[in-house]
């Protein structure tokens, strides 16, 4: 397996790390003084590790000519699983709304099936992302960032008054980016399967 794929994989790997330390406190703690901004920070700089290691595998994919079909395949899947996990957590905080998850989700499937059906196909193909999908998970990732780093950095700096109107901002913005994020994602869903649409019609 060659380097590109390895950091595929790190990213795949690095989710379940996520995952401990954004569960380890919630945003809605705040009232009573039991959330652990700290956590919420680790937990950001894992994820952006894991974004790191996208932009780094396909770099060095295109750079040292190891594009494989494994890579096309497992890239986009490492992606769009440390995102969804990610939203899900947002969620939970009552920051991503649960209309802005099902477009994500309904987008991710469809796009997944797609693939399926194009790799079933009598010349089996791997679909690549499109530049539209390259898009929307950096939208995706930048916007995951600043809520995690945002909102623990908004808790840590401040107290009292200070402290809660810093964490209204970083929510506000984080519920406009969540929704950025819905359109930008229904776009590029719409057109990923416009762009195929020849493996949709001649599917069996």
């Known amino acids: 397996m060659n ?3 390895k950091l595929t994989l790190t990213r795949i790997i690095l989710v379940p790390v996520f995952m401990i330390f954004v569960s380890l406190t919630t945003v809605s703690g705040s009232a ?3 959330f652990q901004p700290v956590y919420y920070l680790i937990a950001g700089i894992i994820f952006a590790i894991a974004s790191f290691t996208d932009f780094l595998d396909g770099h060095l ?4 000519h190891m594009v494989t079909d494994f890579g096309k395949f497992a890239d986009p899947l490492a992606d769009k699983l440390l995102t969804t996990v990610a939203f899900i ?4 905080d009552g920051v991503c709304s649960p209309v802005v998850l099902c477009i994500i989700l309904a987008r991710e499937f469809a796009v997944s099936g797609l693939r399926m059906i194009a790799a079933g196909a009598k010349d089996g193909k791997v679909i690549a992302a499109n530049m539209w999908g390259k898009v929307k998970t950096v939208l995706q990732m930048l916007s995951i960032i600043f809520y995690f780093f945002g ?3 908004a808790t840590m700096s401040a107290t009292g008054v200070e402290q809660a109107a810093r964490q209204i901002i970083v929510l506000s913005i984080s519920i406009v980016l969540c929704w950025l994020v819905a359109a930008v994602t229904a776009i590029s869903g719409i057109k990923y399967l416009w ?9 069996k």
């Open 151 to 153: 909102l623990s950095f």
């Open 89 to 92: 957590y947002m969620m939970r």
């Open 3 to 5: 380097l590109p794929n």
């Open 32 to 34: 009573d003084g039991t």
């Open 195 to 203: 762009d195929n649409r020849s493996f949709i019609n001649t599917a």
């Open 61 to 64: 994919a295109r750079k040292w």
